[in-house]
């Protein structure tokens, strides 16, 4: 199924901005193709230089900071996918998401924070963005950070 607009339509039409690559962070690329594949590294939910959402949810921060935070996650994961000199309308499909959600071990709600990640993704291509998910819980994060994404997009 072909998408009726472009990615950075969709984006600017949502009133989104893909950012500078915050990072990387350690002794990795942001992201890397192998043939059709695209793998992004785990992207932390930077903006301006700031984490958006620090802590564990839901005692240091909230539900809807982590969803805010797995929103910026995909913006970055666009953004680290442009280092690799391709643009984003090769991107032709979203193969699989891994969200990390920095939580306190009685939350429960993983999958409403890697919701707003997966919506996020069917808002900017449509069908070409169902994917594979896995949404876990874990201690920390770098940084402090609230969640963190890794990507495998699908590109021609």
């Known amino acids: 199924m072909r998408r009726m607009a472009?990615?950075?339509?969709?984006?600017?039409e949502l009133g989104l901005v893909i950012p500078v690559v915050p990072g990387p962070f350690g002794a990795y690329v942001p992201a890397k193709r192998s043939g059709n594949l695209l793998f992004v590294a785990g992207?932390?939910?930077?903006?301006?230089?700031?984490?958006v959402a620090v802590g564990a949810l839901p005692s240091t921060a909230t539900l809807e900071d982590g969803r805010r935070a797995a929103r910026q996650c995909v913006l970055?994961?666009?953004?680290?996918?442009?280092?690799?000199?391709?643009?984003?309308?090769?991107?032709?499909?979203v193969v699989?998401?891994?969200?990390?959600?920095s939580c306190h071990p009685t939350f429960h709600r993983h999958s409403e924070v890697a919701n707003a990640a997966s919506e996020l993704l069917l808002d900017l291509f449509g069908e070409a963005g169902r994917h594979a998910r896995a949404a876990v819980g874990v201690a920390s994060l770098p940084l402090d950070?609230?969640?963190e994404i890794d990507f495998v997009f699908e590109v021609h």
């Not at 992207?43 to 984490?51: E, I, N, S």
């Not at 970055?76 to 499909?93: F, Q």
């Open 6 to 12: 472009t990615i950075a339509t969709r984006i600017a």
């Open 43 to 51: 992207q932390l939910p930077m903006k301006d230089g700031k984490l």
């Open 76 to 93: 970055n994961g666009l953004a680290a996918a442009l280092t690799t000199g391709i643009e984003l309308d090769a991107i032709v499909g």
């Open 96 to 101: 699989r998401v891994g969200v990390f959600v």
């Open 145 to 147: 950070a609230s969640v």
